[in-house]
T-cell receptor
Framework: TQLLEQSPQFLSIQEGENLTVYCNSS?????LQWYRQEPGEGPVLLVT?????EVKKLKRLTFQFGDARKDSSLHITAAQPGDTGLYLC??????????FGTGTRLKVLA | SQTIHQWPATLVQPVGSPLSLECTVE??????LYWYRQAAGRGLQLLFY??????ISSEVPQNLSASRPQDRQFILSSKKLLLSDSGFYLC????????????FGSGTQLSVL
């Protein structure tokens, strides 16, 4: 069974602080995605990383795919209350299947 | 543009009752369709996926089943619900299957009492 473990599970920080969320697995993925989910809604895609070592930036969010394509990180600079939500990584081991991580619930306090 | 419809939004069912959740997609052809279940505030568990009409792959053996009677229709069913079936059920679609973006419905919150 392929598992994606995220850490931390919960994170509560003050506005303006930086944070990093980790997504780890013992399996290799052809690509990895990060989603953000609001309460009562479906997840929305933030980014897809494909190449080992790849780094992508989306405004204050920086995503990195591990060199061995088994792990990924999401770094948020100067967090804002609008960043609050559930962050989910999703690994694609081959075709069709998307394996989601355990989730990180982020709360940014004003 | 593509849209995904999932209903009902909330459902309260007694233990032992049947279940039918429906998901339809508009604006695309031959999508890959998915059913996920999510415990409160946690990650998504893949239940079923389908790459074509009548083609269902099951990821978790349990008392749930799925069917795809039409290209853009995906149905999640159960003959007898268990307490453990409670959760937030999400339908999603994607095209290509090679790590393309997944589009999710707004979900069904199922409470089995």
């Amino acid at each position: 069974t392929q598992l994606l473990e995220q850490s931390p599970q919960f994170l509560s920080i003050q506005e303006g602080e930086n944070l990093t969320v980790y997504c780890n697995s013992s399996s290799v993925f052809s690509s990895l995605q990060w989603y953000r989910q609001e309460p009562g809604e479906g997840p929305v895609l933030l980014v897809t990383v494909v190449t080992g070592g790849e780094v992508k930036k989306l405004k204050r969010l920086t995503f990195q795919f591990g060199d061995a394509r088994k792990d990924s990180s999401l770094h948020i600079t100067a967090a804002q209350p609008g960043d609050t939500g559930l962050y989910l990584c999703a690994g694609v081991p081959g075709t069709y299947k998307y394996i989601f991580g355990t989730g990180t619930r982020l709360k940014v306090l004003a | 543009s593509q849209t995904i419809h999932q209903w009902p939004a909330t459902l309260v069912q007694p233990v032992g009752s049947p279940l039918s959740l429906e998901c339809t997609v508009e604006g695309t052809s031959n999508p890959n369709l998915y059913w996920y279940r999510q415990a409160a505030g946690r990650g998504l568990q893949l239940l079923f996926y389908s790459v074509g009409i009548g083609q269902i792959s099951s990821e978790v053996p349990q008392n749930l089943s799925a069917s795809r009677p039409q290209d853009r229709q995906f149905i999640l069913s159960s003959k007898k619900l268990l307490l453990s079936d409670s959760g937030f059920y999400l339908c999603a679609w994607g095209v290509g299957g090679g790590g393309e973006k997944l589009f999710f419905g707004s979900g069904t919150q199922l409470s089995v009492l």
